[in-house]
């Protein structure tokens, strides 16, 4: 299992653009990267995924460079209501199960 | 898309008494179903993976004899905290893979322990 390693807290204003960046220095070759967000007293949810390169859907982008090292969730835009925890998780669920091991995750504070 | 329900949402108990959690998949059938701990401002701590027809794993430190996984169906696992104690007050969360390589989580269950 791929130990990822992300900031602990993060604060941002309202409008602005947030990169949260996970490293995950040995992930496996049929790893894939998947982020999940977070709020007080709820499960986590899903935001996006991806295997290598750049993904895009209707929340956020998330970034991830040849070498797969690292990875990069980009929210655009971000209202008061994206303050959540994110936690960035690697592994491979395709081979019957995905044991998750979750990181610390990024708190990140919207401010007005 | 995929649903996990978990019941219930919350639940308050007397300590020495024994509490079951029910975590099921709505719309999709999960041979393997995880359940974590969370503590306040914590991350969430995986205690063991329940599979369907057979006994779980349970991770380190986690005594399988007071957290008692039953997963009797493809929809259905169960955590049972037997004999709870104020210490096992937390939140507990169960989840399950379904379609997309994706994690799906229930809402999770607060358990407080008097």
């Known amino acids: 299992l791929a130990k990822t390693t992300q900031p602990i807290s993060m604060d941002s204003y309202e409008g602005q653009e947030v990169n949260i960046t996970c490293s995950h220095n040995n992930i496996a070759t049929n790893d894939y990267i998947t982020w999940y967000q977070q709020f007080p007293s709820q499960g986590p949810r899903f935001i996006i995924q991806g295997y290598k390169t750049k993904v895009t859907n209707e929340v956020a982008s998330l970034f991830i460079p040849a070498d797969r090292k690292s990875s990069t969730l980009s929210l655009p835009r971000v209202s008061l209501s994206d303050t959540a925890v994110y936690y960035c998780?690697?592994?491979?669920?395709?081979?019957?199960?995905?044991?998750?091991?979750f990181g610390a995750g990024t708190r990140l504070f919207v401010k007005a | 898309g995929a649903v996990v329900s978990q019941h219930p949402s919350w639940v308050i108990c007397k300590s020495g008494t024994s509490v079951k959690i029910e975590c099921r998949s709505l719309?999709?059938?999960?041979?393997?179903m995880f359940w974590y701990r969370q503590f306040p401002k914590q991350s969430l701590m995986l205690m063991a993976t329940?599979?369907?027809?057979?006994?779980?794993?349970?991770e380190q430190g986690v005594e399988k004899d007071k957290f008692l996984i039953n997963h009797a169906s493809l929809t259905l696992s169960t955590l049972t905290v037997t004999s709870a104690h104020p210490e096992d007050s937390s939140f507990y969360i169960c989840s399950a893979p379904g379609a997309g390589e994706k994690l799906f989580f229930g809402s999770g269950t607060q358990l407080s322990v008097l």
């Open positions: 998780l690697v592994g491979d669920i395709g081979t019957g199960g995905f044991k998750t091991i």
């Open positions: 329940s599979n369907e027809g057979s006994k779980a794993t349970y």
């Open positions: 719309d999709f059938q999960a041979t393997t």
